[in-house]
């Protein structure tokens, strides 16, 4: 794979000095760039790297475009950048386009064109899948359930029956959508399952990493909006709703029937509990438990870093004392109100 850099240069929109028609053969960080590798810079604590890196071009703001040595291609934000290239320069493996002989697909299903299906997929009654649509080696499509165009899942992914997903979704392996949710009735002294009757829906764009769940909704349909990015190990339970554009890292759980705004960012860790809501922009920094709605856009925090196990030990003991504080710094005032 290889693209003269006057072509990268057209494709990024960006500016260009030096020559056009060195060819690009690959892309790297400034350590280990070699001859015919692009490379970024986007953060300038790590300008001094650019004095030894063999990188043909680097991507830089213009204010760095004077310390490269090389060809600089000039953007205003270099990370953006170096995320268009790392898709033109992507080596994951093509799909072969067709049906694995070990697949089995109902004869109810339609699949558009240039569609991949893997080795031992199963897919349901009245499935959809979109052109140009991979479905990797193990996966599992259940009935009556739409899957949109450009669409990827990998090996080994789940999607249960009635869910539909959008164009340009990527699924990463051992993900589960459309599982149950936990819903269960107690009844003297056992638990009586409810039966989950929702679906899911996915919006366009939507990108969800490894082992990570989403449940169908219990009678409504758990939502997750377009342009949602979910990371690894996120727990998504019924009838939840994402707004488009909002990121979570990895280890998110949130609970039942909670609605998450617009482009929010979770950290990693993060846990809402059932039945809130979460405004639009609103950054929930890791490990925060958030139990009650946040209705206004802003940065939120909970917990303590971590200390040195004694000062821990001292700092929650002293916790424990503050109901009891409070109780004394209130019959105080009292008391001084009293006098005044």
């Given at each position: ?32 760039a ?49 995320a ?35 080795a ?17 080696p ?84 758990t ?38 705004g617009k482009?929010c ?21 890791g ?13 939120y ?40």
């Open positions: 794979m290889q693209f003269s850099l006057s072509e990268l240069v057209e494709m990024l929109g960006a500016e260009l000095q030096g020559s056009g028609d060195t060819l690009i053969t690959g892309l790297a960080a400034l350590p280990d070699v001859e015919g590798d692009i490379s970024f810079l986007s953060n300038s604590g790590y300008q001094a790297m650019l004095e030894s890196s063999k990188a043909t071009a680097v991507v830089v703001r213009e204010q760095d475009a004077a310390l490269v040595k090389c060809a600089a291609v000039v953007v205003k934000d270099p990370y953006l950048a170096y268009k290239l790392s898709q033109w320069f992507d080596n994951r493996p093509a799909p072969e386009v067709g049906i694995h002989s070990s697949a089995t697909i109902h004869p109810s299903a339609c699949l558009g064109q240039n569609v991949s299906v893997g031992n997929v199963v897919i349901g009654r009245n499935v959809v899948l979109g052109d140009n649509t991979e479905i990797g193990g996966c599992f499509v259940g009935d009556n359930t739409r899957i949109g165009q450009d669409g990827l899942l990998n090996p080994n992914v789940t999607v249960f029956h009635d869910v539909i997903i959008g164009d340009r979704v990527r699924i990463l392996s051992s993900t589960v959508i459309g599982g149950d949710g936990f819903g269960y009735a107690p009844d003297r002294g056992g638990w009586e399952r409810i039966a989950q009757l929702g679906g899911v829906v996915i919006g366009n764009d939507v990108s969800i990493g490894a082992n990570t769940c989403i449940d169908r909704g219990a009678l409504g349909d939502i997750i909006g377009d342009n949602v990015i979910l990371d690894n190990l996120i727990q998504i339970a019924h009838n939840v709703k994402v707004g488009s554009g909002t990121a979570m890292a990895g280890c998110v759980g949130i609970a039942g029937s909670t609605e998450v482009n960012m979770l950290a990693g860790g993060v846990g809402l509990a059932g039945h809130i809501k979460i405004a639009d922009g609103v950054q929930i920094m490990m925060t438990l958030v139990t009650n709605s946040i209705d206004e856009p802003g940065v925090a909970s917990g303590m870093p971590h200390l040195p196990v004694k000062q821990w030990r001292r700092n929650a003991t002293r916790f424990k004392q503050l109901d009891a504080l409070a109780k004394r710094l209130q019959k105080l005032e009292k008391t001084q109100e009293g006098k005044a």
